[in-house]
């Protein structure tokens, strides 16, 4: 009769936790663990027995591992997020600085619009160093969004390529 040996790894950059079970092989996410309330320690040694236990008795479903270039989009999309971020807190600066100067676009205050944007490049400031310093946030508002744009065309290039075209349509 064939044995099953049932074998848990715990993966970080510099360690690996290994925990085996006999009788009773796949990548298994540790986030997908479930835990019962209440437990709270958790170490490199119990996700990697938990691992193999949980696997032997059927209850986990295994991941796929994306490869160099599916990670290398991921990098892509993540980066494209973290800029939106920054346009957000730029867009934040810039209404701030306007309201610290009782500066008040006549228009509707719900959105960012165009409209808005071209209000606020015609504000001016009395004081230079004022002006100046409003000059930062709406550069970098600018220069966000710009990056964003053509981030979004790289990412519409990419979802169109054979390796991702039919998981993008099956979306």
Request: hydrophobic residues 40%.
């Amino acid at each position: 009769m064939n044995e099953c040996t049932h074998i848990g790894l715990d993966v970080h950059k510099d360690t690996i936790s290994v925990a085996v079970l006999r009788s009773g092989t796949t990548v298994i996410a540790p986030s997908m663990i479930p835990r019962r309330s209440g437990v709270r320690v958790k170490t490199d040694r119990i996700d990697a027995r938990d691992l193999a236990r949980l696997h032997r008795a059927g209850e986990l479903t295994s991941v796929r591992v994306p490869g160099a270039a599916e990670e290398a989009v991921r990098d892509l999309i993540r980066v494209r997020e973290e800029v939106k971020c920054d346009r957000r807190i730029a867009r934040q600066r810039i209404r701030s600085f306007l309201m610290r100067y009782g500066k008040r676009y006549p228009g509707p205050r719900d959105a960012w619009s165009h409209r808005f944007e071209v209000w606020a490049r015609s504000v001016t400031f009395d004081k230079p160093h004022a002006q100046e310093a409003f000059a930062n946030p709406l550069s970098a508002n600018f220069i966000r969004d710009a990056q964003l744009a053509e981030m979004g065309k790289r990412v519409e290039e990419i979802a169109m390529t054979e390796a991702f075209a039919a998981d993008v349509a099956r979306l």
